[in-house]
């Protein structure tokens, strides 16, 4: 098939890199003579036929920003009869030839979906600062979000040797570690709690205690935002369990860790939650060399007609794996660096 | 008086910079072949006798460094007779000639009672991130924590553009704007909201919704922790309010604002508090350039006797003040900085 | 006199912070209902009618990017009759009622001549990264290449401690070595040499060999562009010297320093020349903050009708100054700075 | 065998992240009770006896700082009858039972022949900011190159696009292309030069020409340090040759490259040489966390007595490989990365 019109949206949470992988995509389809569609605010986009042409014009300088120039939304595509045929009919008077999908488990699947359901040609490009998603060994996104967390941490270590205290670092990751582990090896920490792994309040007291008695007065404690206390040691009422679970913005596992710790020890104790820093932002080299890579290799796909597939990384190479693959499971930090992370406790 | 032995302490809260004075004072006061005994953790060690010779060794590689190597505390230096039976015990052990005092507000105001008091020679040197110290232009880590809010700001605007959201950004200053004014002006902010000009909640929403109105989905709103609202649209619980005041860790005017915003306008807004990264951390440029100068400035009022004297900056000059300038009074944020950041409300 | 449009342009060579003054001048004059046309490229774009409307729109996310969007020229509005002529012919053709011209030594001093001799209604704003305008304590785009010499120096420092070295940084600073002083203070340097002090090759020798007899292998020298050794002791040739003044390629000061070095001293020496990375990119918070300042008041005073002043930072205060102030001398490094700079040499 | 006391060294050029290494190995030996004693300047601590033991003290704080603690030189412990017996007698004096090795393909070797000849019990680490060791996916200090690299080119963006110059900027890269083309890629530049591609200058200025064609004024070209022309259309002198190959400080590739480009299109065109600001500072997030996990599996592999052999990143594993792999041989720029490269020329 000879692809003329590539439609590409942006899903899901924001990464920083999703505008690297867009210029990606256009200069590439631009070297194989192919229009390129920018659709707006992700399904949603396509749905009320919010699209503009991608130009080089359009796409110049954008690759060191944040954010995407598309903008992104959780619009589901499949949600009703309605949106479908809105979308068929948009998709037709477009002309699209195929599309590329750059998101995140949610997006993903919706992307393949419409593919398998409805036979849409599209091409995946994977997505998420967690680095949870399976199918590549990384994600653009969690490289900045990494990066941003080391240098949160660093600046604490000083406020904590400072003073003495116990600094506690809430990162994101809601289904796996690997932020928290990432950035809390990197920045030093001499505590990590993941969600793979539930903590035990008395080891951490233990640890604290032993860092002390060896004249460390001071302490870095990195948790993930959905590292929760093991059954045996639950710290948690049911109402703070929730109020975790939902993430509601007055107090999160941080808070509700440090106060237990201030209880348990006699340590004054502060927290730090990372939020929203850690997504946003200019993308580090690495991130928009991973993301542009994707872009130019999704655009080959689309070229080789590997609908269904996804662009990915495995080892140094740029390979096509099925979207299924990347959204029948969630990728778990990995026994090594959980034990390397280990390391370093107390 | 001819000084040969010198005592050098850091009080109160950490900032960048400190370690830069430190350094300037060893360096200035080797010149003159004057010894250094730096004090640890604030007053503390002065009464509990924790002291070492600060040499060019020791003090090799500090200047980019955050915190403060002999430590903090906020030990207050005249609490008892028997605290200040010690420190004058340790004063004659240690053979001290003369002290300079790096604090803040409370450190140096404890700084001028020992002076005024007891006679002390000592000279202060200014600190605060807050910048709101009278006396002199400019504290050091001010302008390292407007940096790294600044830099946050950066980071939010993509993720509150890639998805048409408010993002509140809670910053410091308990008693002045000076954070919140900087690094909203710097960061490009939509509205800026300081303790010295009580808000009313719904001039705030009034500003989100004209910005709606021009197609401005997004916003940012930079709060000072210390901002309250207007006594005629207070919108706190007496609670809530005690919790602001009290500057507990769950949840303070950020969240309060985040959630009338979000229950007045319908707008979904997400709240990041920047806390402890402000004050942490490599120094930038200036602050380390600015605690140099003051940390030389210091030892040269050393040897001019201008004891009950701080270092401060004033234009582009390093003077010497009477340290009861900077105490008297709190340097709240100037009319013309705020109404800069009023230009650009909306 | 009403000011209805008022024309704003960006002329010399650029400087982070132009952007940030741009917006400053398009959102204060909106306040007042003023209308803005930015002129491109300089006095160029007033001389071939080169002008669009500034709005909100176009200088929606520009705050913190480096560079300027109007883009910029040396070009000399005063070069010949004809030059004059289409100025003025333009300046009727836009209707404008003032201008706003942001630029340093030779961008102030044509605009100044502008006025006299025709009697545009002028008001300037200083920028320089070099910090050596008169009139003004500090110049937007000086503290930016502070912050990118001192990391620069910070990373520097690692290799030459680890591999016994002596590192040659050469920063920029035609006239006067406020970069070299600054950046050299904040990143410990161990010499530094200004345009202001002829240096002395035998003091910088024996410098580095005290530092080798206390055990200290590596060392940092910082040296402006425009450094120059002293007569006595002189040791370049003309066609060097000729090198040096005329700022060519192949090799300016700093190699020719390094190499004078490694022949009287046996010690390893590296050079680097740090050039354009010094003048662009991201402006810091205090650039951004400052030049935003200038030009919320360089509004004002054409709305004070203050022509022929330029908006300036005194202390802490925005003030009016005679351009005539800013052009008519070099501020060079004052004294205390350089006595700050020598207390670390060694 | 039991190993009770284990040496370290690092060798070869400095590279952010060894100190992240050797912090690394101290800490997974203390979980196993095994002594680490740290070898100074590389081979040439342990041919003259300079070691110190390595305690959680004395590695405290350096994870975030470049170079090594442990200073570094290129001796070679080959080099005579004599050398090879000192090290004999300081490995019995001391009592080591292996030695993990931390250095680039010049180091390793040397390693590696050190095991094979006289039976040396050495594990190796991989490092070099260039990337080109076989038998690992990367390698540390690569991503902190590409990091300061990036920034740079991201800096020089602004002025190049302000003034309409071409920028030149030469990177690190003896033997690959790595660095040119991340950070060239992640850049935005329009044009990469690589070693493993010899360049053609007529193609280099029909891309200039196109570009302004377009109304694209400014270029960014990244060259690196050993990129050559064609034979077909060589333009360099053999002087000059010499020049380039023997990386003298008066003018490598990228001076004479610019030259060129002015020559034969008459744009102004400007250099930045990197130098040594690529290989210095704190390494990025990235570099830390796979210097730690290196450093962990090197003692590891240490307790499985897998000698010769070095530890390696492949996809997502830490992995043992014997030193020969890594060698044995150069890793070239591989094919997919320079194609993608490649999409954005022009």
Redesign the interface.
Known sequence: MEVRTLGVLTGG??A?G?NAALR?VV??AM?YGIRVLGIHQGWNGLIHGRVEPLT?YSISGI??????IL??SRVNPLETDEVAERIRANWRKYELDALVVIGGEGTLSAALEMHRRYGYPIVGVPKTIDNDLCGT??TFGF?TA???????I??????A????RV?VVEVMGRHAGWIAA??G????ADIILVPEHPFRISEVCQILNHRKS?GRFFSIIVVAEDAHPHPDEDFLTPEEKERVFQHT???GIG?LL??KIEELTGIET????????Q????P???D??LA??LG?KAVDMVRASEFGCMAAL?????VSVPIEQAVSCIKRL?D??YE?AR??FG
């Open positions: 949470g924001d920083p999703l990606a200069r590439r070297q080089r690759l060191p920003r944040g954010g995407t903008g992104t060994d990384m490289d990494l990066s941003v967390a080391t240098e949160a660093d600046r604490l270590h000083t406020t040797e400072s003073h003495d600094m990432g950035a090896i990197a920045g030093g060896l913005r007055l107090g808070h440090a106060r502060r927290v730090t939650v990372l939020g929203y820093t997504r946003g932002g200019v580090t080299a690495y928009r060399l542009t890579r130019v495995q080892g140094m190479r740029m990995d090594e660096l390397t390391v370093f």
